[in-house]
C-alpha cells in the first residue's frame, strides 16, 4: 500500500500525484484508406512522477474507406515531439471496402516534464491489403512486417485447406490440436533484444555458432561467432552468401540459445540491411546483444535464416515443410494467422473453423 510516509516524501521531492485527463489528436491524412467512426480515451491519463508517464488505453473503431480489402494496419502513437513514442499494429485483419473493425491502443510514453503539458497524436505508419499493396508513409518500416505476416498468412490457410481437403475434418481437428500444445508447450524466457555495443558482459567469452540450413532459403548463413556472459549473448557476426539469382537487401537469423539442462528456446529474431548480389557473399555484424532477464549458463547457440526480403520489396519466408525439422516445429512460434485460427477452434470449435477457411 501507498503510505502517507510515501506520499509525502513523493511531493517533497516534486512529484505530482495527480494523474491528468490526457489530451490527444487522430490525424489520418486526407485521402487515407481508413476512417475513424468512435473513439474512447476513456482509460487514458498522463502523471507527473519525474517525467510525464503517459497510459495510453485507448478504442477506436475505424472502417475500410478504400477499395480493397484491408489484411493488416499500424498505427504510430506518440507525443508532438516526438519524445515518446510507440506503435500498435493489428496482423490479422479482413476488412472489406465499407466494413467496419477495431484497435485497441494500450502503450506507455515517457516524455520529459519541462516539455510542458502532453498531447498524444495518434498517426497512420501503414495498411496493407490484399494484394500485398501498401498505403502510409512507413516511418516504422511497418511494410515490410507486415507483409511477412500476410505472405505467413496465406501460407498457413493454405496448408489448413489443403489437409482438410485430403484428411477430412477429423485430420483438421488433429492438427489443431497438435498446434495448440505446441503453443503450450514453447519454452518461454524473459528476453530483450538491446541495441549499442554490449560493454559489460559478465565473464565475456567467444563462442561459435552453427546455422541450421534451410535449402529452399536464398541466402545461406555460416561461420557464426557471439561474445557470451551470465545475462547477455551479443556482438553476433557471421557469414552470408546469396545462392539466389536475385538481389537481396534485408534478412532476418533466428537466434536459437540452449542452456547447459539441454533446453532450447528461441531467443529473438535479428534483422540485418545488407545488399547482396546474386551470388554474392558478405559479412554481417552487429552491435546488438540479447538480455536475459535472469543469469543463464550458455551451451551452445544457433541460428537459421526466417526471412529474406529481395531489392524489389518482395519476400522469402520459409515454407511449412521447411519449419517441420524437428528443432525448428517445437521453436519456431506459429503465424499470427495460425493462433487466430486455433483461437476460432477454441472457442467456437471445428466447424466455425472450416467456414473460416473457406472464405479464403
Excluded at 54 to 65: D, G, K
Aim: charged content about 20%; glycine content about 6%; proline content about 5%.
Amino acid at each position: 500500500m501507498f503510505s502517507k510516509t510515501c506520499a509525502a516524501l513523493a511531493v517533497a521531492s516534486g512529484l505530482s500525484l495527480h494523474a491528468q485527463a490526457l489530451n490527444h489528436k487522430i490525424d489520418f491524412p486526407k485521402d487515407s484508406p481508413v476512417s475513424l467512426l468512435s473513439e474512447d480515451f476513456g482509460n487514458s491519463n498522463a502523471t507527473a512522477r519525474g517525467a510525464n508517464v503517459i497510459e495510453v488505453n485507448a478504442a477506436l473503431s475505424l472502417r475500410n474507406s478504400g477499395q480493397k480489402r484491408i489484411r493488416s494496419i499500424t498505427l504510430m502513437v506518440s507525443t508532438q515531439d516526438a519524445a515518446g513514442k510507440g506503435s500498435v499494429s493489428v496482423p490479422t485483419l479482413d476488412a472489406g471496402p465499407g466494413e467496419t473493425f477495431s484497435v485497441h491502443i494500450g502503450t506507455r510514453l515517457v516524455r520529459p516534464l519541462a516539455a510542458g503539458s502532453p498531447v498524444v497524436e495518434v498517426t497512420l505508419d501503414g495498411v496493407l491489403f490484399d494484394d500485398l499493396s501498401f498505403y502510409g508513409p512507413d516511418l516504422l518500416h511497418s511494410q515490410r512486417t507486415m507483409t511477412r505476416w500476410e505472405l505467413e498468412a496465406q501460407r498457413d490457410r493454405k496448408y489448413f485447406k489443403s489437409l482438410l481437403a485430403s484428411a477430412g475434418a477429423e485430420g483438421l481437428r488433429n492438427e489443431m490440436l497438435s498446434s495448440l500444445a505446441r503453443q503450450a508447450d514453447r519454452s518461454q524466457r524473459g528476453v530483450q533484444m538491446v541495441r549499442g555495443r554490449a560493454t559489460n558482459i559478465d565473464a565475456e567469452h567467444e563462442a561459435q555458432f552453427a546455422f541450421l540450413d534451410i535449402p529452399e532459403s536464398p541466402v545461406a548463413a555460416s561461420s557464426g561467432m557471439a561474445r557470451i556472459g551470465a545475462s547477455l549473448a551479443g556482438a553476433p557476426r557471421f557469414e552470408v552468401r546469396n545462392r539466389s539469382n536475385r538481389a537481396v537487401q534485408h534478412l532476418e537469423i533466428g537466434w536459437i540459445v540452449k542452456d547447459q539442462q539441454g533446453r532450447e528456446f528461441l531467443a529473438a529474431s535479428m534483422p540485418a540491411d545488407m545488399k547482396l548480389a546474386p551470388n554474392q557473399s558478405g559479412q554481417v555484424a552487429q552491435d546488438a546483444a540479447l538480455r536475459f532477464d535472469r543469469p543463464i549458463s550458455i551451451q551452445s547457440m544457433s541460428g537459421f535464416v526466417s526471412s529474406v526480403e529481395f531489392a524489389d520489396g518482395s519476400q522469402w519466408i520459409p515454407s511449412r515443410s521447411a519449419l517441420d525439422q524437428p528443432q525448428l516445429r517445437q521453436l519456431v512460434a506459429p503465424s499470427p494467422e495460425e493462433q487466430r485460427l486455433s483461437q476460432i477452434y477454441t472457442r467456437k470449435g471445428l466447424q466455425a473453423l472450416i467456414d473460416e477457411l473457406k472464405k479464403f
